[in-house]
């Protein structure tokens, strides 16, 4: 794994520090607290790691990183920023997959050559972390190769580490025993009980394992690849087979879309003489489009992959099936769009459907970037790091739009035409929407009034509990809502038991 075992159990015994101080740092961060401040705070640390062991060994990391790392925090901030659930999980998810690309690129690999096999292999990248760490442990606690001046600071460390957990143990043996070395214990560690001391210990370990896991495999010696697609592959799908194919899909197609537009584009009486609502016939069948639109996606991509070329390019036959296959896959997502756009206005907007919405627009996109593939570039690398971009970006708007916020502000103005407002719904939006919502208490209609005045003041309780109360889950969302209620509680107090 190194080159040599004097600089291997230097970054050996730093790596393993780091992550064990990273591991009590999640413990006090995450555990028992929702994710607030503390998550843009750990994940600077995390990075911090990354610099401090690059530091100290010498090693240059790829500037193809720092770019990443802007995304990197930008994402993980806005988990101190929004308080939305679904946008919140997606910001998680988001940072933890850099991270992953950044562990992968750090000093080898470049982003810009990875191919799909790449982006899909990232998210089985931990699995690779807990070989490099048993690989570190089996290191840490070896002696024979050490040298003889480095034998007693390798022997304090080692020992220092082999004596926390069993000294942990008695601790807890002692704190179940006595009552009272249980509750000065409990006060020092800010912990219950001997089972919860216990699992936070196991959490604790798990998570530097995986830290030490994950550096030693960003530190690897890496031999360089080059991961572009080369043209000069085996072909398994010859001409005649794709022009079958790719011309019965267009068929089916364009039959489908002639239906659409003769009930969905063509007007509303067309479909309620088949004996549908127009808001039924709009909700049924979205997923299937989408389904169709992503198998589609999927089947192009196979065939442009396997298809036999002429020379260095597809044959004018493929280009021309494909193209007019992406404009009519296009068609249908536009009907989904449509569908879609109808059920809100009979039912109202929720998250789920506005970003469904989004989802059908970013489809759209890497539609048009296969599009670009098959006609100009036909490198693989390129296209992937496109729909990676594509998907970066479908992420960083949704965080800006701040959905919460935007379906409150949709569903009222909805309200002030058609006089239909789904308020149980609206108020158990995020504290993102909370700003939006407060307008309502300054409506004619006395019900609607009274209910949010309810609903909201049983929201402001839930704020007021120990679970948000602590500073590592502290948010930007949850401050402004928590301030909007300290001004307006008197007000809300009369209609808490509204019904």
Known sequence: MYKNQ????NKIYLITIISLSLGLFFDYFFYDKIPGISFPLYNILVIAGLYIIAKLFKKKINKEVFFLLVLLVFFSVMVFFR?????TFLNIITT?????IVN??????????????????????????ITSSFQILSHLFSQQEIKEDRKVFSQIVNGILITIPILFVFFLLFSSEDLIFQKIVSNFLNIDNTLEAFLRLILILVVAFIFVGAYAHSFRDKVKQNSKQQNSKNYIIGNIESFILLSSVNLLFFIFILVQFAYLFGGKSNITTQGFTYAEYARRGFFEL?????ISLLLLLVIEKYIAVEKTDHMLGFKILSTALIIQVLLVMASAFIRLFLYEQAYGFTVLRLFSHAFIILLAVI?????????KDRQENTFALGVFSAIILFVVVMNFLNPDAFIARQNIERFEITGKLDLSYLCKLSDDAIPV???????????????????????AQE???????????????????NKIFQSKIQELEPYKDYL
């Open 367 to 375: 539609y048009g970037i296969l599009l670009f593939k098959i006609h």
């Open 96 to 100: 933890l997959i850099l991270l992953l």
């Open 290 to 294: 989408i389904a169709v639109a992503i």
């Open 6 to 9: 004097s600089i291997d159990i």
């Open 83 to 87: 308080s939305s659930g679904l946008l």
């Open 463 to 481: 704020n007021d509990s120990l679970y948000f109360s602590k500073w590592q889950s502290f948010n930007i969302s949850r401050m402004k809502a």
């Open 437 to 459: 919502i407060i307008e309502l208490l300054n409506f004619s209609n006395e019900e609607i009034r009274k209910s949010v005045a309810h609903e909201l003041y049983w929201h």
């Open 104 to 129: 992968q690129i750090s000093f080898g690999d470049r982003i810009k050559n990875f191919v799909f096999k790449d982006y899909v292999n990232i998210f089985f990248l931990p699995f690779n972390f």
